[in-house]
């Protein structure tokens, strides 16, 4: 099996979604040129923390507007991305004999829209996010 990379991306200001000429955003779409289309992504995000580890697993996710203080135009961006039942039970089967919750009602926060949106902008290819374990120390 090929392995793909992994990518430690910040998103930057939520402004920067706003803008597909900025080039932070431009800079996004030319990482995604020097490998292979990827059949899913699992996205974690620093804005998702919770007691317990959790992965999204629902087919359909929304979109979380998970901060306030900035213009409108900013919450009406959308990420259609799909997401994926099956790689989420797979995730959570990886990381055993951690306790990893399925969550189908989570959406995508924008530390993984704002950034996917000009990594993958045609939103194609199935997103599932891992949750941060605030009870978890650093290490």
């Known amino acids: 099996m090929k392995k793909m990379p992994v ?10 979604v706003l803008d597909k000429e900025n080039l932070f955003n431009q800079n996004f779409s030319l990482i995604t040129q020097r490998f292979a289309k990827p059949k899913a992504i699992l996205m974690i995000s620093a804005h998702w923390y919770s007691s317990r580890l959790q ?3 629902g ?3 929304k979109m979380i507007y998970d901060f306030y203080g900035f ?3 900013l919450s009406q961006v959308q990420y259609p991305a ?5 790689l989420a039970a797979q995730v959570k089967s990886l990381l055993q004999p951690e306790n990893v919750e399925l969550n189908p009602t989570r959406g995508f926060d924008h530390g993984a829209w704002t950034v996917l949106k000009y ?3 045609n939103a194609d290819i199935p997103v599932v996010q891992l949750s941060l374990n605030r009870l978890q120390s650093a290490e």
């Open 7 to 16: 990518l430690f991306v910040g998103h930057g200001s939520p402004m920067n």
């Open 55 to 57: 992965v999204t697993s």
């Open 59 to 61: 087919a359909h996710p």
């Open 71 to 73: 213009p409108d135009e």
């Open 82 to 86: 799909p997401g994926s039942p099956e």
């Open 119 to 121: 990594l993958y902008p």
